[in-house]
């Protein structure tokens, strides 16, 4: 009884001690999990404004103002001896068509200077629609069609509201401009619709005409020749490194280079590459094929490490149970760990690779970054990729550039959202096999 | 399955071994057929339009335009010949004495000059400010690292804080001034035309330039580390929208971009003159500089195209009065002088210094 008084009195003191002790232990647990979720909440705010900010300015990039023309394909500017030769076709007048249908537009305007205003309403690049759709239907010529082509950059900010007009008066546009461009406007000619072309044309000098597609294909084939190279090295390196190197001085050097080497600046690389795939090997400049290269020794690294990783962590009795039914190493190896690590290896090439999507300074010293019109066709051709078009289009003077740059921004978002899915997709492809 | 991941590792290691070297030695051997152009960010606007124009009016290949700046567009230009190395360098200044010799060293010999017309360089501010007149003197006085005080031969370090100090007709303002950082060729040249031109008017200085001149150059080109003149980076688009934010500060850049943003931005009388299109042609207006590219003429023939990419750029229809390059913001040359770089361009005249 005394005894058992003596207990209880014993553990009520400990349980008192205990009980005081819980507030603070509460409490901080919430303040720790209050700094956390603030850590989050940062982060997702700072993502918030760059989406918005990025979107707020980019999303009028995806529509263009268009004006409707009605062109006579007149066959005195066309063909003038009736040849109906691709040739002749293919040299025609089509400026001035557009020219004249302008005029016929705005009869009254009649001074030099002010016919080229006029001329400006509409882009340079009608006249090469128009080529094309000779070339394709001659018949067209000596008909009138009514036809929309792009206005000129000045004519689409000015529609989105990115010109500013006070009074009726503005600094960029003259005018008497603004009046023709409020006629069109009146008269139902000019219409805003889908910006086909950013998707669908290589760079141009001319905003209304400029697309990223031959930015997303040069990226493309990079990525490829990139994946391809460091994806099968990387794994090869961390596999030998980790399962069957001795364990020595050569190893241990090896080691610290690779990690070394994570953390080198990427403009190195990119002299590496000069020095090395340039001026030694001798390949071209600008091309997929040596951005691939430069790039896969950048990822390396990243993805030897991340693969090392996960190979640490394919737990030890898998090896032995394997080497005990009587696997080989290397059938241990290639059976069982290399499988089971191979979600970890991934996750590591994914976001070596997205590093590597977004780089552009290696590529400044192998010639990417470059004014590349043609889409390539293949690894060897001159192209560019999607960040170093984004610096492109930033540092254009023309202001139709600006929301330009943020929808190729977007798409380079996009881009990488799309490969980070792949990437989770593929994943658990992996995971749920073992 | 598991077997064939480290089978196709090897098969891939294989083949890129084996086919890098192969595709090499079969592609050094095919040529190359376009034109590759490399140099001056300022002409890179320009040098762009003509060479988009000329992949879409005729069947050759659109030229690879590369932005490397003057100085190493120069390099690349001058480190030989053959289809590794650029056809065409842009420059916004006159080739080097010794950058030719460093191409003759490398077998680059033969080298026409073309000067494709003028860039000016404006000093503007905010639409919302009223405009600023200022000489190229106060300019200096205003941004040079150390000035003439009183005394002949004695420099101090620039203690002028605003407009004011500098000028008392100036407005009393803190000085701001936003523009490109050393390695940029306009900063070269706003220090050359614009500061050099306003260090000059000092006697002692100016006798200096015979006798000492790396000291006057010195004196001259040096920009104040103070904070009043702030290195705004290459982009040039990123000056214009801080001069909004603004309205007290000042902006250096090119011509075309006041000219693109002339609803938001004005530029400054500099020596009585307004930085407008035509005071630009005609010489007025002292910050402007010519605009160069040069042809390594060996390769005319070597590359397709080359003789009808320059035909285009020194066509009318380009580098006119009324041309394409104009409503980019380039400022065309006179009548005499235009026909003087077409006869060049037309017979590869050879560079002569």
């Known amino acids: 009884m005394n005894r058992t008084g003596l207990q209880t009195k014993e553990s009520n003191a400990r349980l008192n001690l205990i009980k005081a002790g819980l507030k603070k232990r509460y409490f901080k647990e919430r303040v720790f999990r209050f700094f956390g979720m603030v850590a989050i909440l940062t982060a997702l705010a700072m993502l918030a404004i760059l989406f918005v900010s990025i979107t707020g300015k980019g999303y009028t990039a995806f529509e263009q103002t268009f004006v409707r023309l009605d062109i006579t394909f007149d066959t005195e500017m066309i063909d003038p001896e009736n040849t109906g030769a691709k040739d002749v076709h293919s040299k025609g007048d089509y400026g001035g068509i557009v020219k004249k249908s302008l005029r016929q537009m705005f009869p009254d305007v009649k001074d030099r200077r002010q016919k080229r205003d006029l001329y400006s309403l509409a882009s340079s690049g009608a006249a090469f629609q128009l080529r094309k759709m000779v070339l394709s239907d001659p018949s067209i010529i000596g008909t009138t069609q009514t036809i929309w082509v792009p206005t000129d950059d000045d004519v689409d900010m000015l529609m989105k509201g990115h010109i500013k007009v006070e009074s009726g008066v503005s600094g960029r546009i003259k005018p008497y401009k603004l009046e023709w461009i409020h006629s069109l406007k009146d008269r139902g000619a000019l219409e805003k619709r889908f910006n086909r072309a950013l998707f669908t044309s290589g760079d141009s000098r001319e905003p209304e005409l400029a697309g990223i597609w031959g930015a997303v294909v040069g990226s493309l084939y990079t990525m490829m020749v990139t994946l391809l190279l460091s994806f099968p090295l990387g794994v090869a ?162 202001r139709a550039f600006v929301e330009r740059t943020s929808a190729a921004i977007i798409m380079l978002l996009a881009f990488l959202l799309l490969m980070n899915a792949a990437a989770v997709v593929l994943r658990n492809k992996f995971e749920k096999r073992w | 399955m598991k077997k064939n991941i480290a089978t196709a590792a090897v098969a891939v290691i294989a083949a890129v071994t084996f086919l890098v070297p192969a595709l090499t030695a079969s592609l050094s051997a095919a040529g190359r057929d376009y034109i590759s152009i490399v140099g001056s960010s300022t002409v890179y606007p320009f040098a762009t339009v003509v060479a988009e124009q000329f992949g879409k009016t005729t ?295």
């Not at chain 2, 306009?186 to 050359?192: P, S, V």
């Open chain 2, 59 to 353: 069947n050759f290949k659109t030229p690879k335009i590369e932005s490397t700046g003057s100085g190493g567009g120069l390099k690349l230009f001058c480190s030989g010949i053959g289809i590794e190395h650029p056809d065409i360098t842009n420059a916004s200044r006159r080739i080097k004495k010794s950058e030719v010799e460093n191409c003759a060293k490398n077998g680059v010999t033969d080298i026409t000059e073309i000067k494709i017309g003028y860039d000016g360089i404006v000093i503007a501010n905010s639409r919302k400010a009223d405009i600023m007149k200022v000489s190229r003197k106060d300019l200096f006085l205003a941004l040079a690292k150390d000035i003439p005080m009183g005394k002949e031969g004695e420099l101090v370090p620039n203690p002028n804080k605003t407009w004011k100090d500098v000028n008392t007709s100036l407005p009393d303002i803190k000085i701001e001034v936003l523009g490109p950082p050393p390695t940029s060729g306009t900063r070269d040249a706003f220090a050359e035309l614009g500061l050099e031109g306003g260090c000059k008017e000092f006697e002692w200085i100016r006798t200096m330039k015979k006798k000492d001149s790396k000291n006057y150059k010195a004196i001259c080109h040096a920009v104040r580390e103070d904070g009043a003149y702030v290195e705004a980076g290459e982009n040039d688009v990123l000056i214009v929208r801080k001069l909004e934010a603004n309205p007290d500060a000042f902006g250096v850049f090119g011509f075309s971009f006041l000219d693109q943003n002339a609803d938001r931005v004005q530029g400054s009388i500099v020596d009585g003159v307004e930085p407008t299109f035509e005071n630009i042609a005609d010489g007025k207006y002292p910050v402007s500089r010519p605009l160069y590219f040069y042809v390594k003429k060996a390769h005319v023939g070597m590359i397709p195209g080359m003789k009808e990419f320059l035909s285009e750029f020194t066509s009318e229809k380009a580098w006119g009065e009324e041309g394409y390059l104009v409503d980019k913001g380039l400022i065309p040359m006179l009548e005499e002088e235009k026909k003087k770089f077409l006869e060049d361009g037309a017979s590869l005249k050879n560079l002569s210094m």
């Open chain 1, 237 to 398: 390196t961390a596999v030998y490194l980790e399962e069957f190197a001795p364990q020595n001085m050569w190893t241990d050097i090896i080691e610290v280079n690779i990690n070394n080497l994570a953390a080198v600046p990427s403009i190195v690389f990119g002299l590496l590459g000069l020095a090395v795939f340039l001026n030694f090997f001798g390949l071209p400049r600008s091309a997929p094929m040596v951005g691939g290269l430069v790039l896969s020794l950048m990822t390396l690294p990243t993805i030897i490490i991340a693969s090392r990783a996960s190979l640490k962590s394919v737990p030890p009795s898998i090896r032995e149970g394997a080497l005990g039914v009587g696997a080989s190493k290397m059938q241990a190896v290639t059976h069982h760990v290399l499988p089971l690590a191979m979600p970890g290896m991934l996750t590591g090439t994914i976001i070596g690779m997205a590093r590597a999507l977004g780089e552009t300074a290696p590529l400044l010293m192998i010639g990417m970054v470059a004014f590349i019109v043609d889409i390539p066709t293949g690894i060897f051709d001159i192209a560019t990729v999607l960040p170093v078009q984004i610096y492109l289009w930033a540092d254009s003077p023309e």
